[in-house]
């Protein structure tokens, strides 16, 4: 068992040794365990924070590492796509060197009478190599190494060493005695006050002073206004007066054949148009009316006779009591208590949390592509023809294509569409020529 030696345990100790024996373990325990508590949940605060960042910082070095493996497998089907692209070009261009040259220079070396050739593309060739590429760079991570508490055991003091004070009671005896109980007085009797009413005039409601609004006053007036003004106007005429009297009336409408239209200049007198509006005669004015005071005439209860006292004497009044006194008086020993101790359990901080700094390796994955071993080229193979094709030979390799799985049409010996489909489907299966019947086809096929 240990005694008290941490800073913790000795201020438990003078907090203990200052009460005056009301304190008990549990406060002590309480205090000591609120400080250590308060300590630890500060160090696992600062625990989750850290891991919170190294989270953070692995989940970006996850997303860094899977967009580089994306980029490097994007990058791989780009050479892959540049492979075949040239292939095709090559391809191509070999076609229309042969179509444009020619045919002299462009026949099958050692041909054989009776058999058939044809110039066919060879594709090119891979292998397929395995890199190591790197997907997440070497680094450091910090890790959390959490503290670590126990307990330990104490001895504490709970009590002092004190010493009581035993009190002996005295003895007492019963005598009887004539007390006073209450002594001679003066009191005073009130004579209440006498009311009387008087009647009181009061205002209800004071006087006023309003203003009154005086509408305005309008008339209707009269009023001609011009409209259209005098002016003058050409219209046509007739002619003159006849003195001879040829024509209605005497007027004519032309002088002679030689005239023209008669127009006359006429005065057309001006336009007036009578209109009524409506005017103020007089303007709005305001009105002060006045209100007088409103009075009424009440009952008010008010004092007529003050209230007054009258004294009166009360004698003595005195009681025959029995009364416990002293008969031997009490008396005092001395007890001697010893001190009093607790063992109790603190929780104690044995290592503090700390950090240490772990490497963490490059990562590596392994990714397989393709490298081109050979290019494709053009070359002569023989291949067959209605020359030297039979309907057993066909029929014998559309059983063979049936039997690994190529072909599901009638053995019928007749090279339709069914059959050749077979055969290209074949030859991309073996990594052969594709296009043609050769007799490598035929060989593969265990037909030749």
């Given at each position: 068992m240990k005694l008290i030696k941490t800073p913790i345990a000795?201020?438990?100790m003078i907090a203990v040794t200052g009460l005056t024996g009301c304190a008990t373990s549990s406060d002590s325990d309480s205090m000591a365990s609120e400080s250590m508590?308060?300590?630890?949940?500060e160090q696992r605060r600062k625990m989750a924070v850290l891991e919170q960042r190294l989270s953070t910082k692995d989940r970006e070095i996850t997303t860094l590492a899977t967009e580089k493996a994306e980029m490097s497998r994007r990058t791989i089907e780009l050479e892959e796509r540049a492979t075949s692209m040239s292939s095709s070009s090559m391809s191509s261009s070999m076609s229309s060197t042969t179509s444009m040259s020619g045919t002299g220079e462009l026949f099958p070396p050692n041909a054989i009478p009776g058999h058939c050739y044809t110039r066919i593309f060879i594709p090119p060739t891979f292998k397929t190599e395995t890199e190591q590429v790197l997907v997440a760079e070497g680094g450091e991570r910090l890790e959390i190494i959490p503290g670590e508490t126990g307990y330990e055991t104490q001895k504490v003091l709970v009590k002092e060493t004190s010493t009581i004070i035993k009190t002996i009671p005295g003895t007492y005896r019963m005598v009887e005695e004539r007390i006073l109980v209450k002594e001679a007085s003066t009191s005073l009797r009130p004579i209440p006050a006498t009311y009387k009413y008087v009647?009181?005039?009061?205002?209800v409601s004071p006087g006023t002073e309003r203003l009154v609004v005086i509408p305005a006053k309008y008339t209707t007036v009269t009023e001609k206004i011009l409209v259209k003004a005098a002016h003058t106007s050409w219209k046509k005429g007739t002619g003159p007066i006849s003195l001879g009297g040829n024509g209605s009336n005497g007027?004519?409408?032309?002088?002679?054949d030689s005239t023209g239209e008669i127009m006359c200049l006429v005065e057309i007198p001006a336009v007036y148009r009578t209109i009524t509006k409506r005017v103020q005669a007089e303007p709005a004015s305001t009105r002060s009316i006045t209100t007088p005071p409103a009075y009424k005439t009440i009952k008010r209860r008010v004092v007529d006779q003050q209230a007054s006292t009258s004294p009166v004497e009360i004698p003595a009044v005195y009681k025959i009591v029995k009364r416990r006194i002293v008969d031997q008086p009490p008396t005092?020993?001395?007890?001697?208590?010893?001190?009093?101790y607790k063992t109790i359990k603190i929780k104690t901080i044995?290592?503090?949390p700390s950090t240490r700094t772990i490497s963490t390796p490059p990562k590596y994955s392994t990714v397989t592509r393709r490298v081109p071993v050979t290019e494709g080229?053009?070359?002569?193979r023989e291949i067959l023809c209605k020359t030297n094709t039979s309907p057993r030979m066909v029929m014998d390799m559309q059983s063979a294509l049936k039997n690994a799985g190529f072909y599901k049409g009638p053995v019928d010996g007749v090279i339709g569409r069914g059959?050749?489909?077979a055969i290209k489907s074949y030859q991309r299966s073996k990594g052969q020529p594709v296009g043609q019947l050769t007799l490598g086809t035929l060989k593969s096929l265990g037909v030749m």
């Amino acid at each position: 068992m240990k005694l008290i030696k941490t800073p913790i345990a000795l201020a438990v100790m003078i907090a203990v040794t200052g009460l005056t024996g009301c304190a008990t373990s549990s406060d002590s325990d309480s205090m000591a365990s609120e400080s250590m508590q308060s300590e630890l949940d500060e160090q696992r605060r600062k625990m989750a924070v850290l891991e919170q960042r190294l989270s953070t910082k692995d989940r970006e070095i996850t997303t860094l590492a899977t967009e580089k493996a994306e980029m490097s497998r994007r990058t791989i089907e780009l050479e892959e796509r540049a492979t075949s692209m040239s292939s095709s070009s090559m391809s191509s261009s070999m076609s229309s060197t042969t179509s444009m040259s020619g045919t002299g220079e462009l026949f099958p070396p050692n041909a054989i009478p009776g058999h058939c050739y044809t110039r066919i593309f060879i594709p090119p060739t891979f292998k397929t190599e395995t890199e190591q590429v790197l997907v997440a760079e070497g680094g450091e991570r910090l890790e959390i190494i959490p503290g670590e508490t126990g307990y330990e055991t104490q001895k504490v003091l709970v009590k002092e060493t004190s010493t009581i004070i035993k009190t002996i009671p005295g003895t007492y005896r019963m005598v009887e005695e004539r007390i006073l109980v209450k002594e001679a007085s003066t009191s005073l009797r009130p004579i209440p006050a006498t009311y009387k009413y008087v009647e009181e005039r009061i205002m209800v409601s004071p006087g006023t002073e309003r203003l009154v609004v005086i509408p305005a006053k309008y008339t209707t007036v009269t009023e001609k206004i011009l409209v259209k003004a005098a002016h003058t106007s050409w219209k046509k005429g007739t002619g003159p007066i006849s003195l001879g009297g040829n024509g209605s009336n005497g007027i004519v409408a032309r002088i002679d054949d030689s005239t023209g239209e008669i127009m006359c200049l006429v005065e057309i007198p001006a336009v007036y148009r009578t209109i009524t509006k409506r005017v103020q005669a007089e303007p709005a004015s305001t009105r002060s009316i006045t209100t007088p005071p409103a009075y009424k005439t009440i009952k008010r209860r008010v004092v007529d006779q003050q209230a007054s006292t009258s004294p009166v004497e009360i004698p003595a009044v005195y009681k025959i009591v029995k009364r416990r006194i002293v008969d031997q008086p009490p008396t005092t020993r001395s007890i001697e208590i010893p001190a009093v101790y607790k063992t109790i359990k603190i929780k104690t901080i044995i290592r503090s949390p700390s950090t240490r700094t772990i490497s963490t390796p490059p990562k590596y994955s392994t990714v397989t592509r393709r490298v081109p071993v050979t290019e494709g080229v053009m070359d002569w193979r023989e291949i067959l023809c209605k020359t030297n094709t039979s309907p057993r030979m066909v029929m014998d390799m559309q059983s063979a294509l049936k039997n690994a799985g190529f072909y599901k049409g009638p053995v019928d010996g007749v090279i339709g569409r069914g059959t050749m489909q077979a055969i290209k489907s074949y030859q991309r299966s073996k990594g052969q020529p594709v296009g043609q019947l050769t007799l490598g086809t035929l060989k593969s096929l265990g037909v030749m």
